[in-house]
């Protein structure tokens, strides 16, 4: 019963999902009529059911898309709007959605005035702006998507204007005339027109000479963003190699020896390979207190749960200890910290392999990995490390402080005499701490 619950659960509609769906719907309205409006008006096109069901559907979807909008309009604004202040922009964009909603193409078949109805490819443009910012993994393909989108249209009104001034030619069928004048716009707006379709008036000329300026702009458009969507198509690696270059002139600047200009490398390298170069402190610092919490809980949560210690304890002290946790990065050969020092932490293994060292500094006493928690004996028992700990390979690690060690467990005794215990337990069998 749970399982069937849970099924029905992940297959319902989320209002977010509706917006999504009703958007693409409009959106498809939109193209359908910005496509076939033009094409009606120069081209003797014959009733056809695809066409007559196309436009009622068309109209239909404006409408009801037209009534949600003004649902959404406080009932005070539409009583009283001089005394109810709403944006400018709100009204204008009721009254562009009332204006396409009227079937103009059918009440006024023959004149322009149903291609204002295309006035709707405005909220198309709001919808595709709203998508780049929900898809910021994939903003420059849609960037290219979009603009690939509007340069079509726009290619296909310029071709009807085209055949609005030249005329249908007797030599060819519809579909024809309309393709010798996509191709006359498409050589045009690309600056390399053959000279085999050309103007043969004046109108005609100004025309084609508006049409070859919009082309100059739309090619320098072009190249600058395909320029620009090619530098910023992988920033993170963008920025890696930046700071990478810097850190390569600061070496050679300063006669930085060559053995730690390598491990400097391998540590940045190994940071681009599991983080792709970001700070992850930084990154969920920047966030709020909430979320930095629910970020921090996602993060960390694995971690903390793999680790004997902690299993079962409140959810209360997962999140506490989660948002007090700070990775750290030791790499093959570096000491965690060695024998004699005071201890200030206590680390949380994530990845990696560790080995714990005699404090003769050559005894192997015992190796650490995924999952493992070490250096709690010092801070329980206020005396310094017992024993050193080395990095065997690259090791994530996760941090927590003496201060916050200290205040968190003060609110969970029961924690603190787990770990108490088993600290009393490795100390009897004269156990590095670990």
Same mark, same amino acid.
């Given at each position: #019963? ?31 009529? &910005? ?20 436009? @009622? ?14 649902? !959404? ?49 405005? *909220? ?9 910012? *929900? !898809? ?45 004048? @996509? ?25 084609? #000479? ?33 700071? #990478? ?55 960390? *949560? ?9 299993? &079962? ?32 932490? #206590? ?32 801070? @329980? !028992?206020?005396?310094? *490390? ?10 994530? @690690? ?37």
């Amino acid at each position: #019963m749970k399982r069937g619950a849970t099924h029905a659960r992940s297959l319902s509609l989320r209002p977010e999902m509706l917006q999504r769906g009703w958007e693409a719907a409009i959106t498809a309205a939109a193209t359908f009529a &910005g496509i076939i409006l033009p094409l009606q008006l120069v081209l003797d096109l014959p009733n056809s059911a695809l066409f007559l069901y196309g436009n @009622l559907a068309v109209t239909v979807i404006f409408f009801v898309d037209a009534y949600l909008q003004w649902r !959404q309009t406080p009932a005070a604004a539409l009583a009283a709007p001089e005394r109810t202040w709403l944006p400018l922009s709100h009204w204008g964009w009721l009254s562009l959605d009332a204006v396409a909603a009227l079937p103009l193409n059918m009440l006024l078949a023959g004149t322009p005035y149903p291609l204002l109805r295309l006035l709707k490819l405005a *909220r198309v443009a709001q919808y595709m702006r709203r998508w780049r910012q *929900r !898809q910021l993994h994939h903003t420059n393909v849609l960037r290219l998507v979009f603009f690939a989108f509007w340069l079509a249209l726009a290619a296909h009104w310029i071709a009807c204007g085209w055949l609005a001034l030249r005329g249908l030619s007797a030599e060819f069928d519809l579909p024809t005339n309309y393709v010798r004048a @996509l191709y006359w716009c498409v050589t045009t707006l690309a600056t390399v027109g053959y000279g085999d379709i050309t103007a043969a008036n004046n109108p005609q000329m100004l025309y084609a #000479m508006g049409v070859m300026i919009i082309g100059a702009g739309v090619y320098g458009y072009i190249i600058a963003n395909v320029a620009s969507i090619l530098a910023n198509l992988n920033p993170a690696r963008v920025r890696y190699l930046e700071n #990478m270059e810097r850190l390569t002139a600061f070496m050679s600047y300063r006669n930085v020896p060559t053995h730690l200009q390598k491990r400097i490398r391998d540590y940045y390298g190994y940071l681009w390979d599991k983080r792709l170069g970001y700070d992850e402190s930084t990154v969920v610092s920047a966030l709020p207190l909430n979320l930095r919490t629910e970020v921090s809980l996602f993060l960390n *949560r694995d971690i903390i749960e793999r680790v004997p210690l902690f299993r &079962g304890a409140s959810e209360d002290f997962i999140r506490e200890i989660a948002l007090q946790l700070r990775p750290v990065v030791f790499m093959p050969g570096d000491y965690v910290f060695r024998a004699g020092e005071p201890g200030m932490d #206590m680390y949380f293994i994530s990845r990696g392999r560790l080995e714990v060292i005699a404090k003769d500094g050559k005894s192997i006493l015992g190796s650490l990995s995924d999952g493992d928690f070490f250096g709690e004996i010092a801070l @329980l !028992q206020r005396q310094p *490390r017992s024993a050193s700990v080395r990095a065997a390979s690259f090791c994530d @690690l996760y941090r927590l402080d003496k201060d916050t060690f200290d205040r968190v467990l003060a609110s969970y005794p029961a924690i603190v005499e787990k770990i108490a215990s088993q600290a009393r337990e490795r100390t009897e069998k004269n156990a590095p701490e670990h």
